[in-house]
């Protein structure tokens, strides 16, 4: 859930500002550049950080710590982050589906 939305100006590309408008400033910038990053990548930053430290993966839902994570080309030939793991790929916006962080996030 986004809590900052993008305003356009002529001056500025993107100026964010708090979802009610109650308040503009540097920190509501800061976290509006990470919710945009979040939206290229398809997770929470916080989520994508825990992963590199290991992860489990379909189908057996096998822990591997510290995978391989690049960047590579998806069926839309655009550049997106995946997890290489013993040559497979794990795209990774497709967390809960092919990959979590723990085990019981996968059996659901």
Do not use: H
């Amino acid at each position: 859930m986004r809590l900052t939305k993008k305003q356009n100006t002529k001056l500025y590309p993107y100026i964010y500002s708090s979802i009610d408008d109650t308040f503009e400033g540097t920190p509501i910038n800061k976290l509006g550049q990470l919710e945009d990053i979040e939206e290229e990548i398809g997770i929470d930053l916080v989520t994508f950080f825990k992963a590199l430290k290991g992860i489990y993966i379909k189908p057996n839902n096998i822990y591997v710590g510290s995978p391989y994570l690049c960047f590579a080309e998806n069926e839309n030939r655009e550049l997106e982050f995946q997890f290489k793991v013993v040559g497979t790929w794990y795209k990774v916006k497709d967390y809960g589906k092919t990959w979590a962080l723990t085990k019981e996030e996968l059996e659901k």
